[in-house]
């Protein structure tokens, strides 16, 4: 399993929220240049990077400065947030980025995925967000009526290989992730799970592992310093 510590960027800073909810906003790092820094020099093979802005604006807002770090850093790379349309596509991966993250595409144009995976294949993952089991998108404001499993099982059958999920109420909780919505996931679909939000301390990246997930995604327990991003490395590296 691969961890993947987070870079939230909004108005340019890095950032945490508490359950998606802007309003809680919170500065967690210097610049994103030296988080990026930081997980590089724990032994971090990648980051996962999410536009704040452009997921609320439905466009690209940080991208510049993300690629940037990306290329600064020399870690792998994904990113998610307001990317709505091939261009946003095209330019990400033609910048370095490895892995382009679709979300609210994914509920409300289905064809992108469709061209993005038949363009890029496996550089195309999709984001899942779901609050209850549902899913939500525009940076998680807007409900849906499809849950997180039927998204998937639709994803899957167009050809995506990756799948981010993220429980909503668990994100930015540090309360553990949800481990039953996840291991009915995996057994659902044959895609790569990555699980996002809740993750607070070692154990919870051991029972991910447990549960046969392909990554973990690291957030607020990274800044906060209630999980060691070096050891969790080591530790899943041995498993």
Same mark, same amino acid.
């Given at each position: ?6 870079? +939230?960027?909004?108005? =340019? ?7 998606? /909810?802007?309003? %809680? ?5 210097? &610049? ?17 990077? @999410?536009?704040?802005?452009?997921? $609320? ?26 990317? *709505? +349309? ?11 980025? !490895? ?27 999709? =984001? ?7 899913? *939500? ?16 099982? *639709?994803?899957? !059958?167009? #050809? ?8 909503? /109420?668990? /994100?930015? %909780?540090?309360? #553990?992730?949800?481990? $039953? ?22 154990? +919870?990246?051991? !029972?991910? &592992? ?8 690291? #957030?607020?327990? @990274?800044? %906060?310093? &209630? ?8 530790? %899943?590296?041995?498993?």
């Amino acid at each position: 399993m691969i961890i993947l510590p987070a870079i +939230d960027i909004k108005d =340019g800073n890095c950032v945490r929220l508490f359950k998606g /909810d802007y309003a %809680t906003v919170q500065k967690v790092a210097e &610049s994103p240049y030296i988080a990026a820094q930081g997980f590089a020099d724990a032994g971090a093979e990648w980051t996962h990077m @999410v536009d704040l802005d452009g997921a $609320k604006d439905a466009k690209l807002v940080n991208a510049d400065l993300i690629a940037d770090v990306a290329k600064a850093s020399g870690l792998s790379v994904e990113v998610g947030g307001g990317i *709505r +349309d091939m261009k946003a596509v095209e330019y990400y991966l033609s910048r370095g980025i !490895n892995r382009v993250i679709l979300g609210s595409a994914a509920v409300k144009n289905q064809q992108l995925v469709i061209d993005a995976v038949k363009e890029y294949g496996e550089r195309i993952a999709v =984001g899942i967000d779901a609050k209850d089991g549902m899913v *939500r998108a525009e940076g998680w404001i807007d409900n849906s009526e499809i849950n997180y499993i039927e998204l998937a099982k *639709r994803m899957e !059958n167009v #050809g995506v290989k990756t799948i981010v999920f993220t429980d909503i /109420d668990q /994100d930015g %909780t540090l309360a #553990g992730p949800n481990l $039953k919505q996840l291991d009915a996931l995996a057994h659902e679909v044959s895609c790569n799970i990555i699980a996002s939000g809740g993750v607070a301390v070692l154990k +919870d990246i051991i !029972n991910l &592992s447990e549960l046969d997930v392909y990554g973990a995604i690291c #957030g607020k327990a @990274v800044y %906060t310093g &209630s999980l060691d991003l070096k050891q969790a490395i080591e530790v %899943t590296n041995k498993i």
